[in-house]
């Protein structure tokens, strides 16, 4: 399964909404379905899985969506502390677990 | 507080080994599925091998099959990656990460900070 992030660069404003997509080459289970952000410098981090749950600790304004082969990270409210790339996963029980390209959110 | 501390990085020449180690510590252990993903400087996350709770059930990315090789300690709490005949192209920032069971859901919950490996000549 390949996982194809769009856009690749994502450039706004502080308090604009921001929307990821990410989307299978054929359909996954949205129990499966992953979000994660990494700040420069630092790890990844688990945002979203079962492709809506937040983690614990994550702020509501990231929300995950989608189903079948089309999935969304939408991001309200942005803040310069959201500047990251964020990645997809269909975690697999099976190799390999495919991971996105990535999205790079950009706050002007 | 659950941490996942790795070590053992540094400079490797092509065709030699170098062993990751990975402490972890604040969550039960041996409930957790382990897992390495590794990252190229400034590109993507390319995961790289998973170990059971048990470590009977061990699964490989292609590109480190017949390398590498996840195990893991439950008494001490550890996770090790063996890397046998290194390539240039595994020089990459190794993260060790931990995989809840029993949830409902598959996912990779707690990141280590990651530690560099660089093969180089």
């Known amino acids: 399964i390949v996982l194809t992030q769009s856009p690749g660069t994502l450039s706004l404003s502080p308090g604009e909404r921001a929307t990821l997509s990410c989307r299978a080459s054929q359909s996954v289970s949205s129990r499966d379905f992953v979000w994660y952000q990494q700040k420069p410098g630092q790890a990844p981090r688990l945002l979203i899985y079962?492709?809506?749950i937040r983690a614990t600790g994550i702020s509501d304004k990231f929300s995950g969506s989608g189903s079948g082969t089309d999935f969304t990270l939408t991001i309200s409210r942005l803040a310069p502390e959201d500047s990251a790339v964020y990645y997809c996963?269909?975690?697999?029980?099976?190799?390999?677990?495919?991971f996105g390209q990535g999205t790079k959110v950009e706050i002007k | 507080e659950v941490q996942l501390v790795e070590s053992g990085g540094g400079l490797a020449r092509p065709g030699e080994s170098r062993t990751l180690f990975c402490a972890a510590s604040?969550?039960?252990?041996?409930?957790?599925?382990m897992h390495w993903v590794r990252q190229v400087p400034g590109k993507g996350l390319e995961w790289v091998a998973r170990v059971s709770t048990q470590g009977g059930n061990l699964v490989y990315a292609d590109s480190v099959r017949g390398r590498f090789t996840i195990s893991r300690d439950n008494a001490n709490n550890m996770v090790l990656l063996d890397m046998t005949s290194l390539r240039a192209e595994d020089t990459a920032t190794y993260y060790c990460?931990?995989?809840?069971?029993?949830?409902?859901?598959?996912?990779?919950?707690?990141w280590g900070k990651g530690t560099t490996v660089t093969v180089s000549s």
């Open positions: 990460v931990s995989e809840p069971t029993g949830r409902g859901y598959n996912y990779m919950e707690v």
């Open positions: 996963q269909h975690y697999s029980s099976s190799p390999p677990n495919t």
């Open positions: 604040g969550f039960s252990f041996s409930n957790f599925w």
């Open positions: 079962g492709a809506y």
